[in-house]
């Protein structure tokens, strides 16, 4: 089946009403690096729903059609369901595409790992988050894959709150979805 621009236009417009009407929450928050906010864009509400995961993996497979990579990952948690999302749209387009996962601490028993999944060393991978603020999750997931020695080609995350500096710095490609302005936040 040859998928076409509209179909990705679609699945772009469609992710975006998924994720205004269920992800965004209104209120004072404290955000993982400590900073306050006045809303919090739940993305596990998205990316865990059985109607939008799959837009979520063929959304995230669109935006990096043209980087090469055979693995997809990041920071457990708020990565996991967006890498397994683009290992099945994947599968459906018949493609292989592994996913992994990054530990926040090595495991301290069974294989001590703290990249879970396939072997990802000597490899070209993706490294995605489903939202940054400060780009910390995501690097964080690079500095592991890199002494794991891993390719980390570029970063991908489905809403940017302000991290592409950070990634730029890093001296890696940044790719986003959607920023705040299109969620009307900006
Ligand atoms: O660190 P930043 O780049 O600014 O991005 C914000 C991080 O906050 C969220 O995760 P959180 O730390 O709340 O942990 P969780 O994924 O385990 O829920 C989100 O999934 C990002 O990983
Ligand atoms: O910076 C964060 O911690 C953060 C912001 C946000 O909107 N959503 C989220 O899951 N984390």
Redesign the pocket.
């Known amino acids: 089946m040859v998928r076409s621009n509209l179909d990705a236009m679609s699945d772009r417009e469609n992710l975006l009403v998924e994720i205004k009407s269920k992800g965004i929450v209104h209120g004072k928050v404290v ?3 400590g900073k306050e ?1 006045d809303f ?4 596990r509400r998205v990316t865990l729903d059985g109607q939008a995961a799959p837009l979520v993996g063929r959304v995230m497979l669109d935006l990096t059609e043209d980087l090469d990579y055979d693995a997809v990952g990041g920071l457990t948690l ?1 990565a996991d369901p967006v890498a397994t999302a683009m290992l099945h749209a994947a599968a459906a387009r018949g493609r292989k595409l592994d996913a992994f996962v990054v530990r926040k601490t090595q495991k301290a028993h069974g294989m001590q790992r703290r990249i879970e999944g396939p072997d990802v060393t000597g490899r070209r991978v993706l490294a995605v988050e ?2 940054s ?2 780009g910390g999750s995501p690097l964080t997931a690079v500095e592991a894959l890199r002494e794991a020695g891993a390719d980390v080609v570029a970063v991908a995350t489905i809403v940017d ?1 302000g991290a592409a500096s950070a990634i730029a710095e890093a001296g890696l490609p940044y790719r986003t979805a959607y920023s705040l302005d299109d969620l009307g936040l900006g």
């Not at 919090?40 to 993305?43: A, F, G, H, R, S």
């Open positions: 955000l993982s690096s906010a919090y864009v739940d993305l708020g489903d939202t603020t400060t709150r």
